[in-house]
């Protein structure tokens, strides 16, 4: 499955629904804790993906791949630990998705065992999967893709609002 279609799966709404905004936002949840050990119960090739679901909770996970952008469904039993976290709950399906970073920007990754959470816009993650396709260069990247994907992440910090109880 493309972007495009991956985009129109999720943005589809049901007949009787209204349309949905999609609002500019930034959450985070310092008490989100995502660790290897669940990382790799979700089965990503890559330290970066973002998650979207759809209003049954089905998940998929959206990550950069050498072609594009890779694809692939969400073992239900892992996603549903993370389903049940306030960040996840504060997001809404369809529009918003989950955005998870395990590299620090240098294509190393972040400090051992941690990933960086973050509920935005779907938008927003389309986005960040066109700056790495149009910074992207040879095997690795290179110092361009991880400049670019270090700015972009800094900039999703100093726009997160975290969560309240």
């Known amino acids: ?46 330290r970066l993906a973002f998650f979207t679901w759809d209003d049954d909770r089905q998940a998929e996970a959206v990550y950069p791949a050498a072609a594009g952008t890779g694809w692939a469904p969400v073992r239900p039993e892992a996603w549903a630990e993370l389903a049940r976290t306030r960040l996840v709950q504060a997001l809404r399906p369809r529009v918003d998705a989950l ?13 051992a065992g941690t990933f960086a959470c973050f509920g935005v816009s779907i938008d927003r993650c389309f986005a960040l999967m066109g700056l790495l396709r149009q910074n992207w260069r040879g095997f690795a990247g290179g110092p361009r893709l991880w400049q670019a994907t270090d700015a972009y992440f800094t900039d999703l910090r100093a726009r997160a609002v975290v969560l309240r109880e």
């Open 1 to 46: 499955m493309n972007p495009l279609e991956t985009l129109q799966r999720f943005t589809a709404v049901p007949p009787e629904a209204r349309y949905r905004t999609i609002e500019d936002r930034v959450l985070t949840d310092p008490e989100l804790t995502l660790d290897e050990t669940l990382w790799a119960r979700l089965e990503i090739p890559v």
């Open 99 to 111: 955005l998870v970073c395990g590299l620090d920007g240098s294509a190393g990754p972040m400090v």
